[in-house]
């Protein structure tokens, strides 16, 4: 194989005990992303290598939570000579003959190594600068920085891409995304995947007073999710019978939240379904009149499960900025009809007491309405 790289993984390496599990799953992870490609993928002392053949791979690699930076390195033997000639290919490799500063850092994992750490760094920027006239050593703010690890091979870096971080998908337990065609929702459940949560993307839509094009967008919308951390199963409930009792019967200002109350104890019932753990939403403080800290209470206060909602303290902007990164903006955009959107009150209710959305549930039978809508649950591969 052509290339090799060196997988660094950050918080995992603080997890103790858990590291092994932590570290199978990362490794299991990166086989399945990098399935489509030829490469070995090598674990030792707490290494991830992988040697491919074509460095498409790197932005693939970028985008496994997990690691924290792909580094493509050179391996040498131990042999002192050898490590020299190393060097100096990949300085000249990465550097050429542009006038750079740099400098050599060296680890020896290799106790036994005749040389210290600092004699090998010395010896090294002391061999390079003599093949190497366009270099000049810079210890405190080098533009180049050339690692060599020396363990019972020694490998050795200079290009560093950073990557995703965050935790390996599936070392947490499942969470039930709800998942409408907006902005926030794709963003919330990236969020909360980085940390390793299992997601469980849940769409209500209101067929057939919501369009086919809405719904397809919401699939497009999970399958770019997807693109992170392996394929996804859209779940998805109709509420358009239910919104026909909910209007008939209750108060409009309370509409909003009576709505967000069914979805809440819909997405309870899908959550023990699926043995899921929580439930994940896109909810930002303020952002809408059902986003106020009262309208958070008041859906909160019908879940079982915790509700996290990682976006609760972000700036729409900083929103945007991540919908985009991820690929998701251009598509949440598109002008389709929401089953929240529909039916839109004049008037919604800021400030809701607890009392009054309970008293106003009281018109309505909602565990019938719950049981009636779950019944439209279906779960399909995008
Ligand atoms: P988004 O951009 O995610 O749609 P939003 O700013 O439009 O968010 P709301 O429409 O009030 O806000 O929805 C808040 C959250 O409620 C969403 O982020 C999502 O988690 C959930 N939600 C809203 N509508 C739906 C839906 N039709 N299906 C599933 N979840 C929904
Ligand atoms: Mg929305």
Sequence with gaps: MNYLLLLKYGEISLKGKNRRHFENRLVENIRSRLRDFEFLLHRRQGRLYVECNDLQVIPILQETFGLVEICPA???????????????LEMLRVIGDEERTFKVDTRRINKEYPLDSMQISRMVGGYLLRRMPN????????????????????????????AAGGMPYGTSSGSILL??????????????????VILHPLHFHAHPFTSEEAFEKVRELTRRLSRYIGPLRLNSINLAEAQQYIRRD???????LIQRRLMTRLANRLAR??????????????????????????THAVSELPIFRPLISFDKEDIVVRAKKMNTYEVSILPFD????IFLPKTVVTKPRLEDIENEERHLDMDALVEMSWQTWKREYV
């Design 135 to 162: 270099l000049r050593v810079d210890v405190h703010s080098p533009k180049y920085r050339l690692e060599i690890e020396v363990r019972d091979e020694v490998f050795m870096y200079l290009e560093r891409y950073r």
């Design 250 to 256: 209750s108060d409009e200002r309370y509409f909003t």
């Design 338 to 341: 929401d089953c929240c959107t």
């Design 273 to 298: 379904q699926l043995k899921a753990q929580s439930l994940s939403t896109g909810e930002n403080l303020a952002q809408v009149a059902s986003q106020t800290m009262e309208g958070l209470r008041a």
């Design 74 to 88: 050179r391996k040498s033997t131990l042999d002192f000579d050898d490590i020299k000639e190393n060097a100096y």
């Design 179 to 196: 998942l409408s065609g907006g902005i926030d929702s794709p963003v919330a459940g990236y969020q909360m995947a980085r940390r390793g």
